[in-house]
């Protein structure tokens, strides 16, 4: 079945630091990746998104992604973390039928 | 545009009365999912239309849960009778096409005592 892997349920950080968070889907044709973020209290909101072309994609915020084929991955990455960046962080993968699933999430602290 | 727009924001309710949420996509958006978020389950689709037909009901609880689109501006997910387990956020999300990116309302906290 298909299926996305976010194996980092929390994550803390120091704000300044660089972050990678991790995103595994699980085999098939090349899926329509995306990475969403959820403030408390917000819906979600786009951060990403991946296609096809280029590999590595950017986004808002300063955040980027990479998407790796043979590692079935598309890991998220900021290279400098913002107190405002903690929130918590959706890997979503569309497969060819149209049906979206998302990762459980990672929950990010920054800490001061 | 305004965005998805959901309502209520919070809903308060004994178990056993009926519940009713209420979502209006960005116009001229043709695919509409609902979703419930829960600490436990984390974010689970309940349902999505695509040109106001439902396409995927899989991921509705049971019986108690209905949702209808009865015209492109607006969507409905009953719960009747609701149950203390029911207790989540329900968002709403709604896309250009039938494929690509979705765009969330702000959601429905629900809360059955």
């Known amino acids: 079945a298909q299926s996305v892997t976010q194996p980092d349920i929390h994550i803390t950080v120091s704000e300044g630091a660089s972050l990678e968070l991790r995103c595994n889907y699980s085999y098939g044709a090349t899926p329509y990746l995306f990475w969403y973020v959820q403030s408390p209290g917000q819906g979600l909101q786009l951060l990403l998104k991946y296609f096809s072309g280029d590999t590595l994609v950017q986004g808002i915020k300063g955040f980027e992604a990479e998407f790796k084929r043979s590692q079935s991955s598309f890991n998220l990455r900021k290279p400098s973390v913002h107190w405002s960046d903690a929130a918590e962080y959706f890997c979503?993968?569309?497969?060819?039928?149209?049906?979206?699933?998302f990762g459980k999430g990672t929950k990010l602290s920054v800490k001061p | 545009d305004a965005g998805v727009i959901q309502s209520p924001r919070h809903e308060v309710t004994e178990m056993g009365q009926e519940v009713t949420l209420r979502c209006k996509p960005i116009?001229?958006?043709?695919?509409l999912f609902w979703y419930r978020q829960t600490m436990m389950r984390g974010l689970e689709l309940l349902i999505y239309?695509?040109?106001?037909?439902?396409?995927?009901d899989s991921g509705m609880p049971e019986d108690r849960f209905s949702a209808k689109m009865p015209n492109a501006s607006f969507s409905t997910l009953k719960i009747q009778p609701s149950e203390p387990r029911d207790s989540a956020v329900y968002f709403c999300?709604?896309?250009?096409?039938?494929?690509?990116?979705?765009?969330f309302g702000e959601g429905s906290r629900l809360t059955v005592l």
């Open positions: 999300a709604s896309r250009p096409t039938n494929t690509g990116e979705l765009f």
């Open positions: 239309f695509n040109n106001n037909v439902p396409i995927d």
């Open positions: 116009s001229g958006h043709n695919s």
């Open positions: 979503e993968r569309e497969g060819s039928q149209g049906n979206l699933i």
